[in-house]
């Protein structure tokens, strides 16, 4: 739904005072028709609608009981307990994704990127149960689409079947997962994922956490594959751990790379792991975004889908300080976000979509080191959110 | 002002229901009185109080208007750029450290060690501040004071002299900095503050910035001196970077001497810089407490008082995730908080002060990860904030 809207007095970005006009849901530099709808911004900052870039809608716990965390400590330990548990509890993807999808747009999030699980056991039931929560809330927030392999692709014969029905049935991007440590072949697993992406015209998005020069090896072949398909602003590698590793001369010739190749990285800022430079990344032209990850799941406990928070432990794991920095991390769940995931009508200029959230703090870089709440959300010129409050049921 | 109060309907620690009993601002097994007042827990999670082990009251900007940051990247250029600030504004550190201990009660702290600084520019006057201001909120929250020589004890001559005139006007604790790094002779540094200590009969807290085999050199020194002092249960080492190093050879026996000496360590649970490892620490017998350091101060703008967040971004440095390690990220906050400042009528047994917080969440973890808000805080059987907002003005 499209609707008009004039967003009085708010500082855009913490700029000066301004009216946004909002005509049929898109920015407008047109004068507001008389009787058109007002929101008052009361001077708060306007930014564009957060972009949560990386998430898993289909399995949060959000709404159930607490989950008692037993987990051991491998990946392959999580990966296996979250199969158990999906089926014992049992998780709803529909239920569990409309959930935390108005948890994210409570925050200000209007567009979400869900990798969702496909897999021989649940086959592509996460996949219709989050489209059907697309459905439901097609007025309040964009969602995409990852078909996301979680449990390995050629380690279980028959995954990448469903991965292609998952796109046929209205998944958007292939999604991938350490084609080295998980799938325990990267050639095989990246031809496929590349292979699928090719024949249906589709972007890549891949879980990259095989740290050091494995990482580095995987990125390798991710690169190559994108450049050799001209999919340059069409892969994301998320998490993308080895970036930290300490070794300049590993990692410098892969940030160049990633950079004239157009693959963008998608970090948490993980406090407990080596994380990709996003200051660096940034000055050598790699666009970087943002994500939860998974929130209050099997994986863990914590997360709470507000990506200005995110933006802070980006920040914090990054040593950002300076209100030129934060403006980076701010970039990072903005404008780093949208053109991560090739979002073409995204921010303030005439014809971008009327997706804001105001935010009552006096400077961007509060905005993101104290994360003010009680935000005002706006999608397409329709306010879905007021004071912190979802206005829609 | 010692009062008395019963807690209906609290889970202690996440546990069964249970009524608690406060007489003259003191846990007490006795049955209550008739007609005693009565808060109703509404079945919330009981802690006791928080414990903000590490702060700086004197230095935060909170209530100010937005300070730009513009600092350079290195310890001494925050520590200038400090000083330069606090007179250009002013900083009045009477005023900051009732608006931050304020926030902190707000959030449940009951227990407050602050650094604070000492210079021969400022002399003592942020002493003379907090000390008003603790006067002021002697109802709300304790408040312990560390005479900090922020900008270098030997190479700032004058500064040992007004650092005894601080411990003779009411700071309890003798404060250090970087013996190698930033006071340049660590001999002569630590024989100085740890003379100090003697001499007064006080404990020590030290900021152990310096990293890898510096800091281990300098952790040593430390170990060394609370050992022929007998001080053990007296020593702080706060930040202790150096115990992140990689290491084992190093840091195996720096662990095992701390908790032979009886020494702490405190830690903000920083994303950015090599940590201590908490789970190991704790496993072998150190006492861990944690800390805000500054709140949005002229070093950066993040941070919000909030013990319980404190707990969850030392969990997320700590890669806790199960239940069972997220019950150490909250002793971190609570129980290792009072053994390392010392507090001896901590707890929940008959004759701990009345100090609780009552927090909306199912689980003791579910409170670390999620940090519900709302919440209500007794200080020795006094509301003292009640769902979120300050009782006293």
Known sequence: MAADLLVRSV????????????????????PPPPGIPVLDGGGRIALPG?????????????GLPWH????????????????????ALPIDPRRQSELQARLSVGHGSTFIRSHVDVDTECGTAGIEGVMATREALADLVDIDLVAFPQSGLLVRPGTLALLEQALRLGAETVGGLDPCAIDRDPKGHLDAVFGLAERFGRGVDIHL????????????LIIERTRALGMAGRVVVSHAFCLGMPDAAVVDPLVAALAEAGIAVMTTGPASRPAPPVKRLMEAGVVVCAGSDGIRDTWGPYGNADMLERAMLVGLRN???????????????????ARALGIRDYGRAPGCAGDLVLVAA????????????????????????????????
């Open 209 to 220: 956490h095989e740290p050091g020069e494995m990482g580095a090896f995987s990125m390798e």
């Open 68 to 87: 008692r965390n037993a987990v051991g400590p491998r990946l392959l330990d999580k990966i296996e307990n979250e199969r158990r548990v999906r089926q």
């Open 319 to 337: 040593n950002l300080r300076r209100d030129d920095e934060l403006a980076l991390a701010l970039d990072v769940v903005t404008t780093g976000g």
């Open 362 to 393: 006096e400077t961007a870089a509060e905005a993101v080191a104290q994360r003010p709440g009680g935000r005002t959300v706006v999608k397409r010129g329709r306010v879905v959110a007021r004071d912190g409050a979802l206005t829609v049921t």
């Open 50 to 62: 957060l972009v949560e870039a990386h998430t898993h809608l289909d399995k949060s716990l959000l």
């Open 11 to 30: 500082r855009p970005l913490g700029g000066d005072l301004a009216d946004l006009h909002i005509r049929h849901g898109r920015i407008t530099a047109e």
